[in-house]
């Protein structure tokens, strides 16, 4: 049998692959397994008897370095800046400031705008690996693999830069590596991967069709479609729970509606608060044509502190803080140090499972609602004219645009339209409800009920 090493960068990834089935099926499938984690080893509870965690030192970024990946990835945006999302992404990492940095990154925009063929974003990636070839980290990284000895290394994201000496690392040592496209947007809208990978596994044929597109080197036989843990939670028997205590943990009423809004983290959604003083003013009005109850989940990735006043003003909402601990304090990127914790899994699927309809800003939730036949509505009150912060550039993003025309969501552009979107909902919930599987099937090509197994038993048999 063979040894693996999976790579877990942060919370989500934890969430993904230690709280699924992930870790027990590949238990199975592999004599050894190392976890190389950038969480402290704390955060692991007890795992099989063959799974080793090593906690990684992090390699922080030189200057060098820093200026060779910038130059990758912006070059990769400017490939496909035909692509919406990618040049959203392109403008809004401008500069706007003449910082030594800032005039860097002016000089690679214009440098790009003209030389961005793959034979020259790869050639920019070896410089960028030169760099850091001999830093203290990426030998301790060598020497770490060695002894270790991994038959195979898969990264459970394909994105985090500080992960690139890692990659090198197992590269020179020649020990064959994959990846795991982490979540639905990152192929249509976001920069350049960490470095290359011999294979690739993927949620669904339309993931295997973009990265083809955005990464034409890539082998198509070493793509894999597997679909992802993200969702698996949501059939395992240990996240299961009796309706009665989840509406008796959150006070709510069995014989009124529930509506629960998703929030987005601070970064993008600045105009969540709106939103839901939206909803609640409406409920009170009532405006909102039948008795609805609203609860409010906010972003694991940030505290309550931005709905005081909301939460002030409106003493009947109700609140899900998802409960994710801090693993570690001090840490340059503490949001990655922030794991679920069981209960939360269990709250969330709850929640997915017993409300009457789900409202957020374009989020990744929309899927998670759909695959409980749940009615969605995306509500982007912002626009470049109206002064808001601008969510409704989102709805021209790749990924969302195919979510938009399928028709498996509603979109309210302002108030009036949510209310009005909200009531059509609640009377009938299960009018797009064709729409939403067929969704749900194009977005995650594998039944939910064992992928952790298919996982485990797709890196088994990589490299045969």
Known sequence: MKKLGVVITDGVGFRNFIMSNFITEASNQFETIFIYSGLPKTAFDALPENVEIKELTVFKEGKTTWFFRKWKEVGHLQKFRNFYGMKDNLISGYPKSNSARAILVKIIYLITRFVHSSRSILGIEKLQFLTFANNKVTQEYIELLKNDSPSHVFFTHQRPPYLAPFLSATIQLKIPVSSFIFSWDNLTSKGRMLGT????????QLMKEELMSFYPNV????????GTPQFEPYVMPEYESEKK????KFKLDINTKIICFSCADASIGANDPLVIRTIAQAIRDKSIEMPVQLLVRTSPAEGPERFGTVKNDFPEIIWNYPKWILTREN???????????????????AILENVDLS?????TMSLDFMLF???????VFGNLKNGLYNDQRFLQYGHLKKVISSGAVSVANNESELIQQINLALKKPNDKSTQRKAMVDLQISEPLLGTSKRIATTLANLDE
């Open 331 to 349: 840490h340059a990127e503490s949001w990655s140090q922030r794991i679920p914790s069981r209960e939360d899994i269990q709250d969330l699927r």
């Open 197 to 204: 990978f011999d294979y690739f596994l993927v949620w669904s």
């Open 219 to 226: 082998i198509e036989q070493n793509i894999k479609v597997v």
């Open 359 to 363: 409202i957020n800003m374009c989020s």
């Open 245 to 248: 205590l989840f509406l008796d």
């Open 373 to 379: 036949d749940k009615p969605v509505i995306n509500a």
